[in-house]
């Protein structure tokens, strides 16, 4: 066994971080997502010109200005200005690629309109004008989507394809198995599924980290342990510490512990940390172990430091021990093997694509739930706390089909989609702690948003259906 140990702590750049609030948070993340978007669009369009792209939101005083002066401006939150030298003249190119209709400011200085009435449009990114689902009432219109897409941090974007040399490849499909990811395909595997990774678990604990029972025991944390089970590059490593950046502005050890058998794989995952390390208020220990799993006798032999863990993660894991014949209940051994680490208010998060299993001919969302619901029902100890539905009907026995969307913006794709199922556990006590308003009760929960849009079946928690008021499962915020 190969054993990396980073023990002291990395130096840190002191960067003052500013509260914000999540909306103010979310409308950075859209200005910037937008930006990068018209940008891509302009080098092509605008070959030959020197233009500038600003984007700024309705409230600004410049786009208060313009709405007074172009009343067609009125009904739209976000405003993209193209500057340059008599771009008035590539107007009609401009919609072209933009498939946008463009305003006209002056002979320099042309605008696109982008998005509804402020307020209208929902944290899937789609309008609410819903068709209706069984009695919906007026009110469920209003139905508190978590956040569920983000923008890959700029450090981080450049890092990954401007020094790593990631290489974004969606028609890739090599990726069912990732032990093996030679040095071209773990670059493919950077720019195609880390940033996905990302955005995944990011959004995950920004909705978490809102929960302010939840933040208030991580903010009295001085020292969080991290444990990153198969991790491969780390994507939703890194996704879960820009959370926790974002959140807790008190310097605080974050301890990391991470196990992969690839080793390539590990040594991108130490450059990244490095660099995540020098731009983060906190201070990072991190711990690699390379072991290839070959069964479950060899999990049990993982040689890591004995503690408890206050946040575990389970990436896409049990999919490829279940493809490859490792263990077909990988999701009941894993939840017992990794909870039984889990600190008092630790959380531990396993999530998995959405895909079909060949061997058994269901899809993995159903082998997890299943799966896990059966350990919950026989454990003393863990519950689950997301998606609520299982919190709550916790001897349910339907195997769901849980499919959450996630989005992703970077330098080489806009609002980049996957498509996951995950599942979150925790201590009995801190779950009780956290739903003691039996908030979740009597309402019909929403477990798979694509389809409550679509008005179809599966969109909906069969053990909650014919309540009045709907909820997202997955919002701990409700």
Not at 12 to 19: G, L
Not at 169 to 194: I, M, S
Not at 391 to 415: E, G, L, N, S, W
Request: aromatic share 10%; with cysteine.
């Amino acid at each position: 066994m190969l054993l990396k140990m980073v023990l002291s702590p990395h130096s840190h750049c002191n960067i003052e971080h500013s509260e914000r609030t999540q909306s103010e948070d979310s409308l950075t993340d859209e200005k910037r997502s937008l930006a990068l978007f018209v940008r891509q669009v302009m080098s092509a369009c605008l070959k030959g010109y020197e233009y500038k792209v600003r984007v700024i939101s309705a409230d600004e005083q410049e786009a208060i200005e313009l709405s007074e002066s172009i009343n067609a401006l009125k009904p739209y939150q976000l405003y993209v200005l193209i500057e340059a030298k008599n771009v008035l003249e590539q107007v009609a190119k401009v919609e072209k690629f933009t498939n946008k209709r463009v305003f006209v400011v002056n002979q320099n200085l042309i605008c696109l309109a982008e998005g509804e009435n402020i307020g209208a449009v929902n944290s899937e990114g789609t309008s609410n004008q819903i068709s209706k689902h069984l009695d919906i009432d007026e009110s469920n219109k209003r139905v508190a989507f978590r956040k569920s897409k983000t923008v890959l941090p700029l450090w981080l974007d450049k890092y990954l394809f401007e020094e790593l040399g990631a290489q974004y490849a969606p028609e890739h499909t090599r990726y069912e198995y990732n032990l093996d990811l030679d040095e071209n395909e773990l670059k493919v595997y950077l720019g195609t599924y880390f940033p996905r990774s990302y955005a995944e678990i990011f959004c995950i604990f920004d909705n978490i980290f809102q929960n302010k029972y939840i933040y208030q025991a991580y903010k009295n944390k001085k020292d969080i342990n991290i444990f990153d089970f198969c991790c491969g590059t780390g994507g939703e490593l890194i996704g879960l510490l820009s959370a926790l950046d974002k959140y807790f502005h008190d310097g605080k050890n974050i301890n990391v512990i991470v196990c992969d058998g690839n080793a390539k794989a590990l040594d991108y995952l130490h450059k990244i940390m490095d660099k995540a390390a020098s731009l983060s208020r906190h201070k990072y220990r991190f711990v690699s172990i390379h072991k290839e799993i070959k069964n479950f006798d060899d999990v049990e032999k993982l040689d890591f430091p004995s503690c408890s863990f206050d946040i575990e993660l389970c990436d896409k894991v049990c999919c490829e021990f279940i493809s490859h014949g490792v263990n077909k209940k990988s999701y009941e051994y894993l939840a017992s093997f990794l909870s039984k680490k889990l600190s008092k208010d630790g959380l531990l998060v396993m999530l998995d694509v959405t895909t079909k299993c060949e061997g058994t001919m269901m899809f993995y969302p159903q082998m997890m739930n299943l799966q896990i619901n059966k350990f919950v029902r026989e454990s003393n100890e863990i519950e689950t706390l997301l998606p609520l539905s299982c919190a709550t009907y916790k001897d349910c026995r339907i195997p769901c089909f849980t499919q959450q969307t996630f989005r992703v913006t970077h330098m080489q794709k806009k609002d980049d989609e996957s498509r996951v199922s995950y599942r979150m556990l925790c201590h009995k006590g801190f779950k009780e702690y956290l739903m003691s308003n039996n908030f979740t009760k009597s309402k019909t929960h929403i477990i798979n948003p694509i389809r409550y849009q679509q008005n179809v079946e599966g969109a909906y928690c069969n053990n909650s259906k014919g309540n009045k008021d709907f909820i997202d499962s997955f919002n701990i915020n409700i």
